[in-house]
């Protein structure tokens, strides 16, 4: 089963949008999105209200305490989990403007170990609102080299 959850997890890294384009079963997807956002959808309702995301953008900066180790004194992944979906549930409330209610957890990708004493940034954003009111919120989180500040 670990075995499964680990090829599964670097299928999805290899696959992520950063490395490769769109599908096509998923183009026609994002251009609908993009006239859309330009108001000339096709849809009833045109591209309705236009919030940029960057107003719903929320960032935390963490200083790794060693009482959030676990075993293999690194920080404990359930630690970052749960600091990230406090910031993307604070994004979607910027967006909103109304308390959020969770309704799930696409994938959390952890790509290097995080230890104590290192600073790290949560940065999360809007980035799909459906007019019924759910929303995509994205995080990402990466260590803060302060010496290169």
């Known amino acids: 089963a670990a075995a499964q959850r680990a090829t599964a ?28 956002a330009r108001g000339e959808s096709g849809r009833a309702g045109g591209a309705g209200v236009r919030v940029p995301m960057a107003s719903s953008e929320q960032r935390a900066l963490d200083l790794m305490q060693p009482s959030h ?3 293999n004194d690194v920080i404990f992944g359930g630690y970052l989990m749960r600091r990230a979906s406090e910031v993307g549930w604070l994004s979607a409330y910027r967006f909103s403007r109304r308390p959020p209610t969770f309704a799930g957890l696409d994938d959390v990708v952890f790509s290097k ?22 929303l995509r919120v994205f995080v990402e989180a990466h260590e803060v080299d302060l010496r290169a500040v």
């Open 113 to 134: 170990p995080v230890d104590a004493g290192m600073l790290v940034e949560f940065a999360g954003r809007v980035v799909y609102a459906a007019g019924d009111g759910t």
């Open 69 to 71: 180790r676990n075993m």
């Open 9 to 36: 997890r670097r299928t999805l890294v290899a696959n992520a949008l950063t490395l490769k384009p769109p599908s096509p079963s998923e183009v026609p997807l994002l251009h609908e999105l993009w006239r859309s």
